[in-house]
């Protein structure tokens, strides 16, 4: 069975500092990896994904990630956050293949402090 | 525009009094869900749909029930709802299993 754990769950940072959201996952079998955001009163968007290839994946708004095999991470980074950046993100993975759902992480609530 | 629409976006009744959220998608995708999002639990699925007239429980199903008898539309019911489904719940969307997942805006229900 698969599963993503995201130990922070706040992380307060100044505005145009540097942020790191961690996730690591757990599975016996190759997997994808997803990062959502959540902005206040909305439903979830894509941030960036790993299928394949690359480790580095860039996303939207200046958003990165690296899928690392042997540590079992996919965190999020992001060199200078905006006041806008402030949202809740959600790392997902899923079991390359098969038929097996996607499991979300708990979240972690990125506070960005002018 | 390619989206996921949920009604209502708020709802609040009161114990076992039916009632029916629905869920629809534009973008001809297969797979459909439902989740629901407490807080420090993060998203937990309700019920999933690989294609038409095909459902199946997921993580969460007690006191939910689905159909999909259109490729685009996925109502959830609540039967009997009780006051611990007062939740935060998500439709959501995708080609397939392997792709990534169109949410839509979220309905917040209150159980009373």
């Known amino acids: 069975a698969q599963s993503v754990t995201q130990l922070d769950s706040q992380v307060p940072v100044f505005e145009e500092a540097p942020v790191e959201l961690r996730c690591n996952y757990s599975s016996s079998v190759s997997v994808y990896l997803f990062w959502y955001v959540q902005y206040p009163n909305q439903g979830l968007q894509l941030l960036l994904k790993?299928?394949?290839?690359?480790?580095l994946v860039k996303g939207i708004n200046g958003f990165e990630a690296e899928f690392n095999k042997s540590q079992t991470s996919f965190h999020l980074r992001k060199p200078s956050v905006h006041i806008s950046d402030t949202a809740e993100y959600f790392c997902a993975v899923k079991n390359s293949g098969g038929y097996q759902k996607v499991t979300f992480g708990t979240g972690t609530k990125l506070q960005v402090i002018p | 525009e390619a989206q996921v629409t949920q009604n209502p976006r708020y709802l609040i009744t009161v114990t076992g009094k039916k009632l029916t959220v629905t869920c629809s998608q534009n973008?001809?995708?297969?797979?459909m869900s439902w989740y629901r999002q407490d807080p420090g639990l993060g998203l937990r699925q309700i019920y999933y749909s690989m294609n038409v007239e095909v459902t199946d429980k997921g993580d969460v199903p007690e006191g939910y029930k689905v159909s999909r008898k259109e490729k685009r539309n996925f109502p959830l019911i609540l039967e009997s709802p009780s006051p611990n489904q007062t939740s935060l719940y998500f439709c959501?969307?995708?080609?397939?299993?392997?792709?990534?997942?169109?949410f839509g805006q979220g309905t917040r229900l209150t159980v009373v």
């Open positions: 790993y299928l394949s290839g690359s480790t």
């Open positions: 973008m001809n995708h297969e797979y």
């Open positions: 959501a969307s995708s080609l397939n299993l392997n792709t990534e997942a169109f």
